[in-house]
């Protein structure tokens, strides 16, 4: 059974960072992909990053390349979502995923958390 649990949300202002960190209770961590979304109000949820099993990997949406990174250490069950020159358009709820499948097709991410409110102001 996979549980995530997200934290470090919150309100920053545009040009702001914040890194949201999402602990996971999987016994073999390291067999997971796991990846970040979000879900604007009004909108469906999107795929906003994610990451390989061993970290050597990663994919990005257009619109935070260059800005968000995401890692992970499988020493600590844990991926990370750093974010960098926040805009306001980045107002979202953030989800935490995992998969056992690819990192690389977001269709097959099936495990969630409840969601994290990261809120940019202009």
């Known amino acids: 059974q996979v549980q995530l649990v997200e934290s470090g949300g919150g309100l920053v202002q545009a040009g702001g960072s914040l890194r949201l960190s999402c602990a996971a209770s999987?016994?073999?961590?390291?067999?997971?992909?796991m990846g970040w979304f979000r879900q604007a109000p009004g909108k469906e949820r999107e795929f906003v990053a994610t990451?390989?099993?061993?970290?050597?990997?990663?994919r990005y949406t257009d619109s935070v390349k260059g800005r968000f990174t995401i890692s992970r250490d499988n020493a600590k069950n844990t991926v990370y979502l750093q974010m960098n020159s926040l805009k306001p358009e980045d107002t979202a709820v953030y989800y935490c995923?995992?998969?056992?499948?690819?990192?690389?097709?977001?269709?097959?991410?099936?495990?969630w958390g409840q969601g994290i409110q990261v809120t940019v102001s202009s």
């Open positions: 995923a995992a998969s056992r499948g690819s990192y690389y097709y977001t269709q097959n991410f099936g495990s």
């Open positions: 999987i016994r073999t961590f390291g067999a997971y992909a």
């Open positions: 990451i390989s099993g061993s970290g050597g990997s990663t």
